[in-house]
């Protein structure tokens, strides 16, 4: 077997399932889960209705690089979104199963093995950038972000020597857990740093359209080398997706865009990898890039609910309302396990202790303190849980 296999770590929901296991919650609460950050929000009907008329389609292979269509739709929301002049829907915009399957394939694609490579990783993070660099036969290097640095990776920590080594950066924005958004500033170095270096930057998006002000979307890598003036989305390739935007998690579908040459050799990878999206699937997914009612909506179900449950959640923990997406990220009072264990056992709430979306180094893990709150639920829901987690912080 791979030996590398035996470096992943066991992901975060595993750990929550053993931590739980004893528990027995009062049977009188309903369960309500707030650890996994899966939207709950209604489908949109357009989905559906996309997907059942592209049903014929199952009898044909699907190509890889994705229907004309879908990839037109991609491109022009690109466009409309974050007001880009050019995106080549030809050679800058690949759809994918899902952002998940994209963000590990990605590393497998960039990531030259013949030298030593380092992956920055922000810290806490998605688990997906970690088992895809070590996968890749890359090590990564973790950027601790916490309140006291306002969860800004800190890339001008890493000397040159590192960055000689640096093949691929992952960043967040917004980010998960915290919800913090890029600015242009940071984009800015980033760049700066990948033109010296010579890196590619993987741009996770997942959250882009999850936000509280109509007025004011989340920057976005594509967005942010446009305004700096830089051609063709050199080093940079932004992966987005429908599932929290659309309600759609089980479509498994997004995209990924930006420099056509990185995608070229993506595209090669692929192709072998076999992860060419169902052509009924993609169908439905440009129907939905062409849709922005109910993304509207959807905004809306969430800042109904940040609104009224987190000065309910603020009465016992130490948090804020986040830039974007749909966690809150918490101070817990007592260690974040010991919380969320005990969360569970007398109130029957799920919550992800935020240690587990983190790695210990230099003898601290930026998540531990911290549980994560992800408001997927109803908004009847979320709002007895608030109050439940509420009555729990007072009685510790
Ligand atoms: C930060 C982040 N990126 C990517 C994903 C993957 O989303 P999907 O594969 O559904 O597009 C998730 C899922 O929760 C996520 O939290």
Same mark, same amino acid.
């Given at each position: 077997?791979?030996?590398?296999?035996?470096?992943?770590?066991?992901?975060?929901?595993?750990?929550?399932?053993?931590? $739980?296991?004893?528990?027995?919650?009062?049977?009188?609460?309903?369960?309500?889960?707030?650890?996994?950050?899966?939207?709950?929000?209604?489908?949109?009907?357009?989905?559906?209705?996309?997907?059942?008329?592209?049903?014929? &389609?199952?009898?044909?292979?699907?190509?890889? $690089?994705?229907?004309?269509?879908?990839?037109?739709?991609?491109?022009?929301?690109?466009?409309?979104?974050?007001?880009?002049?050019?995106?080549?829907?030809?050679?800058?915009?690949?759809?994918?199963?899902?952002?998940?399957?994209?963000?590990? *394939?990605?590393?497998?694609?960039?990531?030259?093995?013949?030298?030593?490579?380092?992956?920055?990783?922000?810290?806490?993070?998605?688990?997906?950038?970690?088992?895809?660099?070590?996968?890749?036969?890359?090590?990564?290097?973790?950027?601790?972000?916490?309140?006291?640095?306002?969860?800004?990776?800190?890339?001008?920590?890493?000397?040159?020597?590192?960055?000689?080594?640096?093949?691929?950066?992952?960043?967040?924005?917004?980010?998960?857990?915290?919800?913090?958004?890029?600015?242009?500033?940071?984009?800015?170095?980033?760049?700066?740093? &990948?033109?010296?270096?010579?890196?590619?930057?993987?741009?996770?998006?997942?959250?882009?359209?999850?936000?509280?002000?109509?007025?004011?979307?989340?920057?976005?890598?594509?967005?942010?080398?446009?305004?700096?003036?830089?051609?063709?989305?050199?080093?940079?390739?932004?992966?987005?997706?429908?599932?929290?935007?659309?309600?759609?998690?089980?479509?498994?579908?997004?995209?990924?865009?930006?420099?056509?040459?990185? $995608?070229?050799?993506?595209?090669?990878?692929?192709?072998?990898?076999?992860?060419?999206?169902?052509?009924?699937?993609?169908?439905?997914?440009? *129907?939905?890039?062409?849709?922005?009612?109910?993304?509207?909506?959807?905004?809306?179900?969430?800042? *109904?609910?940040? /609104?009224?449950?987190?000065?309910?959640?603020?009465?016992? @923990?130490?948090?804020?309302?986040?830039?974007?997406?749909?966690?809150?990220?918490?101070?817990?009072?007592?260690?974040?396990?010991?919380?969320?264990?005990?969360?569970?056992?007398?109130?029957?709430?799920?919550? @992800?202790?935020?240690?587990?979306?983190?790695?210990? /180094?230099?003898?601290?893990?930026?998540?531990?303190?911290?549980?994560?709150?992800? @408001?997927?639920?109803?908004?009847?829901?979320?709002?007895?849980? &608030?109050?439940?987690? *509420?009555?729990?912080?007072?009685?510790?």
């Amino acid at each position: 077997m791979n030996p590398d296999l035996d470096r992943l770590q066991p992901y975060p929901f595993e750990r929550l399932r053993q931590l $739980l296991a004893g528990n027995t919650p009062p049977p009188e609460l309903p369960h309500i889960n707030l650890s996994i950050g899966e939207p709950r929000h209604p489908t949109p009907k357009l989905i559906f209705d996309a997907l059942t008329a592209a049903l014929p &389609a199952l009898a044909n292979y699907p190509a890889t $690089l994705g229907t004309d269509d879908l990839r037109q739709s991609i491109a022009a929301w690109l466009m409309r979104r974050y007001g880009l002049t050019a995106v080549d829907p030809a050679t800058q915009v690949i759809p994918v199963a899902g952002s998940r399957e994209a963000l590990f *394939a990605f590393a497998q694609t960039v990531v030259d093995r013949s030298r030593p490579a380092r992956v920055v990783i922000p810290n806490p993070f998605y688990q997906i950038y970690e088992g895809a660099s070590l996968l890749a036969g890359a090590e990564p290097l973790f950027l601790p972000c916490t309140p006291e640095n306002g969860f800004r990776m800190d890339v001008g920590s890493i000397d040159a020597a590192t960055w000689a080594q640096v093949q691929l950066v992952y960043v967040c924005s917004p980010g998960n857990p915290h919800g913090r958004v890029m600015t242009i500033d940071e984009w800015g170095e980033l760049f700066a740093l &990948a033109d010296r270096h010579g890196f590619v930057i993987a741009s996770d998006e997942c959250y882009s359209e999850i936000y509280f002000d109509e007025a004011t979307p989340p920057l976005g890598g594509l967005q942010a080398a446009a305004l700096l003036g830089r051609s063709g989305y050199d080093k940079l390739v932004a992966f987005g997706s429908l599932s929290k935007r659309s309600n759609a998690p089980g479509l498994r579908s997004g995209f990924v865009a930006g420099d056509a040459a990185v $995608l070229n050799s993506f595209l090669r990878y692929r192709t072998y990898h076999g992860t060419a999206m169902g052509a009924a699937f993609q169908a439905a997914s440009a *129907a939905a890039w062409r849709d922005e009612a109910h993304v509207v909506e959807n905004r809306r179900l969430y800042a *109904a609910k940040f /609104r009224q449950a987190t000065p309910i959640v603020q009465q016992v @923990l130490r948090t804020s309302m986040p830039e974007a997406a749909f966690y809150l990220w918490a101070r817990t009072p007592i260690g974040e396990e010991e919380f969320a264990r005990r969360l569970h056992a007398q109130c029957n709430v799920t919550v @992800l202790p935020g240690s587990y979306l983190g790695r210990t /180094r230099g003898g601290a893990n930026p998540g531990s303190g911290f549980v994560r709150i992800a @408001l997927v639920a109803t908004e009847a829901e979320v709002l007895q849980a &608030a109050q439940r987690i *509420a009555e729990f912080g007072r009685s510790l």
